[in-house]
């Protein structure tokens, strides 16, 4: 029949791990008896990636070999799941082989769509056109806003779901805060063209972004989806949410975040829902149909914004129900949306957005957290990274 393990977690990412190590923590005699399955060789702390594109962190301090991570009492299986067998308690691999499992845990990320795009594969990291959602371009974004001379720097932000929903607009701030250091922002039309219908979700913190686009004079354009860039005319093709109309923006810089999905391997299986992702309750994150499945993090349609800081919430209640039902109990460990959002406004300010499924801030500093401070910044900047090496992907926070 091939492996089995008590536990199976898809993914060695920041939910996978913090799982794992959570679960081995809590309960000794299941070490030896916890799989992790992933393929990547290494590990990446991507909420950094804004201050990387921004010149304000290096990129090399973001990565780290994924059999650094994986917690002792844990077997790595290096090899992509491709099939869920879920009637069977059973996951197929690429390479053919099955593992079983009593209790599954599905935490393997979101999937980024470079060809959701059209132009943007052909046009990434060179002539302007960069992104900080991956590895490899984050440079780039540093490299296109030191080089910039003026006119249009545009930012994207797609349609569909994505990791880090303020990420898109962080990095709008960070470049009119250089332009404007450098001399060269009254030369400069930054454009924030974004396929939401505001700038922010929750009331309090979007009423103080929006007093942010205004003081630095952002162009904010909303229900705009990105759908075409045309590199050899440095065009951007946008197309109204509503109406369809199409709009075409000349660029000199253009900021894309791509449109993201759920994983193919999930979406055309049994455990996900209509739209593709795991179907899990939104409170116990237990599967609405497999008993023994359960999943967190970006892979989940979980009615909440997709961010490491909600993973910190949601990994404790996944090992706490696992836990119970191993006790044979039932999943009583409940998760309320919380997530966290770290808006960076410019160099040393940042809004710490907190907030819940029901939209309401839900604040962990005793301070008006819509207020732009320096010391939001340096908790993101020199101390969650810290946290979330040391604590989180230990399982101790």
């Known amino acids: 029949m091939g492996q089995h393990y008590r536990v199976v977690i898809i993914g060695g990412g920041t939910a996978g791990i913090s799982t794992a190590a959570r679960l081995l923590k809590e309960v000794k005699s299941l070490s030896g008896e916890i799989a992790v399955i992933d393929p990547a060789d290494r590990h990446y702390y991507q909420p950094l990636w804004t201050l990387v594109g921004g010149g304000a962190a290096k990129k090399e301090d973001t990565v780290r070999n994924m059999d650094q991570l994986i917690p002792a009492g844990a077997t790595w299986i290096k090899e992509p799941a491709v099939s869920f067998y879920p009637e069977e ?7 053919g082989s099955k593992v079983s499992y009593e209790y599954l845990v599905v935490a393997a990320g979101i999937e980024i769509d470079w060809n959701g795009i059209k132009g943007l594969k052909e046009s990434i990291g060179k002539n302007g056109v960069c992104s900080n959602y991956a590895y490899d371009y984050t440079d780039y974004t540093w490299e296109a806003i030191r080089r910039f001379q003026g006119g249009n720097a545009v930012f994207t932000h797609p349609a569909t779901p994505i990791k880090c929903g303020g990420a898109p607009q962080k990095i709008a701030y960070l470049a009119e805060d250089y332009f404007t250091q450098t001399g060269i922002r009254h030369k400069t039309n930054v454009i924030f063209a974004s396929a939401n219908p505001a700038i922010f979700d929750v009331a309090k913190y979007r009423k103080a972004l929006e007093k942010v686009l205004e003081r630095k004079k952002i162009d904010a354009r909303f229900l705009m989806n990105l759908k075409e860039i045309r590199p050899e005319k440095n065009e951007a093709v946008f197309e109204h949410v509503e109406t369809k109309e199409e709009t075409v923006i000349h660029y000199e810089m253009l900021h ?26 939104p409170h116990t994150l237990q599967h609405t149909k497999y008993e023994n499945i359960f999943s967190l993090g970006d892979c989940s349609n979980l009615p909440t914004s997709k961010t490491g800081a909600a993973i910190r919430k949601q990994a404790p209640v996944v090992t706490e129900n ?11 460990a409940t998760y309320d949306g919380y997530t966290s959002c770290p808006l960076v406004t410019g160099y040393n300010s940042l809004i710490l957005a907190e907030f819940n499924y029901d939209k309401e801030p839900v604040e962990s500093f005793p301070v008006d957290q819509a207020k732009e401070r320096r010391s939001m910044y340096i908790l993101k900047k020199d101390i969650l990274p810290i946290m979330y090496w040391n604590g989180m992907l230990k399982g101790t926070m």
């Open 89 to 95: 308690d059973v996951i197929q691999l690429a390479n």
């Open 256 to 281: 894309v975040t791509p449109p993201m999905r759920s994983p193919s391997f999930i979406k055309n299986s049994p455990i996900s829902d209509e739209a593709g992702w795991v179907d899990v309750h």
């Open 322 to 332: 696992i836990i119970s039902m191993m006790k044979g109990g039932v999943p009583a």
